[in-house]
């Protein structure tokens, strides 16, 4: 009687573990060649043993098929995806819930206490809260197989390529192979060194670019790049905070008792973790750190809006588990916004794209929460009554959620301070185009510019708004290409007068010159 199982097509069959492992340590090396040579110009491999790894592939490949999917042998020359896929986190990233007060602090400490019936062996790992954007980085057998943006939780973007040009993310984990767990998901935050922020910040003015508002979004930003080249251009580093999914495998490995044992472990395989943790034992020693580092935030290398405070024992943490959003074992302390005093040197008047004419304070220069800042909005003429301040006046600035700049108010005036102050007048007229201000409506407290069809500001607001990612987004028509389009510095070009121009104008090549 004949054998009628079907016979299994190449694309279906199991692929076994060794093969597996073998192909996956070939795609990683392949891959970082790969990024080294057309992202790094500076290939690190010969022209023949890459081509040896690239041939190796291709007979697995050849064998078991289903490897081809997302293999760099299918990559064609140095083209890079330029979308972002969604992958799965193989477990949720999850959020943390704030503190905002050392009363709150206590109360969460003595809650977890009472949780876990007061036990003996409970410690607290503190650590600085780094204000960046998280990421999970897969590793296979010690490859770098995978690394994506936290997203909603449960997916994220794939951003694979972009991570590879990060220095200090290894491609392959240090150490003894033997060591290395079959797979583990490694959580930690991407950041812009402090120093490096500022450098980056002088370059985008020195090209004519526009600043970034802080840290956070620059390292974003930047990792989000289509082109990994930009990627790796910027100074990004990252620091490791936890792990996801962790599967040992066969690997020689000593147990995990605590979260403490885990950064050691990580910080062994050359994952880099904060300078800056520690173990505390007692609450009033968690005070301490929150209460020190709310002094000296800014003496550390990244920017930091709080302390992440931890139980360290992994058993315990089991014990508390997590509600749907954040677990119930740790917990960030959040520092109110840095306030600081700046002059209030002039309050001018912008026209946005819809015709609104909102006021705006213009500032003596002034580091606050990670970024120089000269101007902040102040929406309206009934705000600036309301806030009370006056041109000329010191006032006290803060970044409303560590972003937007905000005029708090008046300082309090030195006794030798004897500069002049004037009220401010909100005008009756366009500063732009010089049509009179009116509401929109009876009863508005917004005046705007009804000249819609021909006033510079707004055809420039809207220029630039076809431009942007809720636009069409076009690369490279922001602020400053919207204003050289509507405003040219050069006599004999005709500016643009409306958005409709924008799609009858004559481009070149990417390869030729004007």
Not at 201 to 223: D, H, T
Not at 464 to 489: F, K, M, N
Request: proline share 8%; glycine share 8%.
């Amino acid at each position: 009687m004949g054998d009628d199982r079907p016979v299994s097509e190449p694309s279906m069959v199991e692929v076994p573990a060794q093969v597996r492992r073998r192909w996956t340590a070939l795609a990683a090396q392949v891959e970082a060649d790969q990024i080294a040579y057309y992202v790094h110009d500076a290939p690190p491999s010969s022209d023949a043993e890459y081509d040896a790894r690239v041939r190796q592939m291709q007979e697995l490949e050849s064998a078991y098929p289903v490897l081809r999917e997302g293999s760099p042998t299918q990559r064609v020359g140095g083209t890079f995806s330029t979308e972002f896929d969604s992958v799965e986190h193989i477990e949720r990233m999850l959020s943390l819930d704030n503190v905002f007060s050392p009363e709150e602090l206590t109360a969460w400490g003595e809650r977890v206490r009472r949780d876990l019936e007061s036990p003996d062996d409970l410690h607290w790992l503190c650590e600085l809260k780094i204000d960046g954007l998280a990421i999970a980085l897969l590793y296979e057998d010690g490859h770098l197989v995978r690394a994506a943006t936290r997203g909603d939780g449960r997916t994220g973007d794939d951003v694979t390529l972009n991570v590879r040009t990060i220095g200090s993310i290894p491609a392959r984990l240090s150490g003894d192979p033997a060591t290395h767990p079959r797979r583990i998901e490694v959580r930690g935050e991407v950041f812009f060194p402090v120093t490096d922020f500022d450098r980056l910040n002088a370059e985008q003015e020195a090209a004519g670019l526009p600043r970034f508002v802080n840290a956070r979004n620059a390292a974003a930003g930047s990792l989000r790049q289509k082109d990994p080249r930009i990627t790796a251009s910027r100074p990004l580093t990252m620091y490791a905070h936890g792990v996801g999914a962790l599967d040992w495998g066969d690997a020689e490995h000593a147990p995990l008792l605590r979260q403490s044992d885990l950064y050691s472990l990580l910080k062994g395989w050359s994952v880099p973790t904060s300078p800056h943790w520690t173990v505390k034992a007692e609450l009033a020693e968690v005070q301490q750190m929150v209460a020190y580092y709310g002094e000296h935030r800014h003496d550390v290398e990244h920017e930091m809006d709080g302390i992440v405070v931890k139980v360290d024992e992994f058993a315990l943490q089991g014990r508390l588990g997590a509600t749907s959003r954040a677990p119930r074992w740790a917990i960030a302390y959040k520092y109110p916004p840095e306030e600081v005093n700046t002059r209030l040197l002039d309050i001018k008047v912008g026209i946005g794209r819809t015709g609104r004419a909102t006021p705006y304070a213009v500032m003596e220069p002034v580091f606050v929460s990670g970024s120089t800042v000269r101007q902040a909005t102040l929406h309206n003429q009934e705000v600036v009554v309301a806030k009370g301040v006056r041109i000329g006046d010191m006032v006290v600035l803060r970044k409303a959620g560590d972003v937007i700049p905000e005029v708090v108010g008046p300082a309090p005036a030195a006794p030798d301070d004897t500069v002049p102050r004037r009220a401010f007048v909100m005008p009756v007229a366009c500063p732009e185009c010089g049509t009179a201000l009116r509401p929109m409506r009876e009863g508005d407290i917004d005046l705007r510019c009804p000249n819609a069809r021909t006033c510079p500001a707004q055809v420039r607001g809207r220029v630039e708004h076809i431009g942007s990612r809720g636009g069409l987004d076009i690369e490279a028509l922001g602020e400053v290409t919207a204003a050289a389009l509507t405003q040219p510095e050069v006599p004999s070009t005709p500016p643009l007068v409306n958005e409709a121009a924008l799609f009858a104008l004559v481009g070149y090549p990417a390869d030729a010159s004007p």
